[in-house]
């Protein structure tokens, strides 16, 4: 069974700094993404950062590009994800997730964690 943790999130201000801690319990076995996926309120879940965790290659959206920064450590067993220049656009409940790693458009996620929320005001 995998499990994945969130945790980090916190009211900010426009311009500020953040980083976010996914904690991955259990055996990925095979080639998987992790991703972390936001949701902002009355909007759908869209990832905006994802890992491959056997090679460590990452992908960005448009949105995040630039400001912030998805990484992972096999031995301790989590991805972070680094979030500079903060707006409030960004304001959104974050999920870890994942899944077996696919074309990005195509990707699914079997594994998430509950989320947490990230606020920045003004």
């Known amino acids: 069974q995998v499990q994945l943790v969130e945790s980090g999130g916190r009211l900010v201000q426009a311009g500020d700094s953040l980083r976010l801690s996914c904690r991955v319990s259990?055996?990925?076995?095979?080639?998987?993404?992790i991703g972390w996926v936001r949701q902002a309120p009355g909007k759908e879940r869209v990832t905006i950062a994802r890992?491959?965790?056997?090679?460590?290659?990452?992908i960005y959206s448009d949105s995040v590009k630039g400001r912030f920064t998805i990484s992972k450590d096999s031995a301790k067993n989590t991805v972070d994800l680094q979030m500079n220049s903060l707006k409030p656009e960004d304001t959104a409940v974050y999920y870890c997730?994942?899944?077996?790693?696919?074309?990005?458009?195509?990707?699914?996620?079997?594994?998430w964690g509950q989320g947490t929320q990230v606020t920045v005001s003004s």
């Open positions: 997730a994942a899944g077996l790693l696919v074309r990005p458009e195509a990707q699914r996620y079997t594994f």
């Open positions: 259990g055996r990925l076995v095979g080639t998987y993404a």
């Open positions: 890992i491959n965790w056997n090679s460590g290659s990452t």
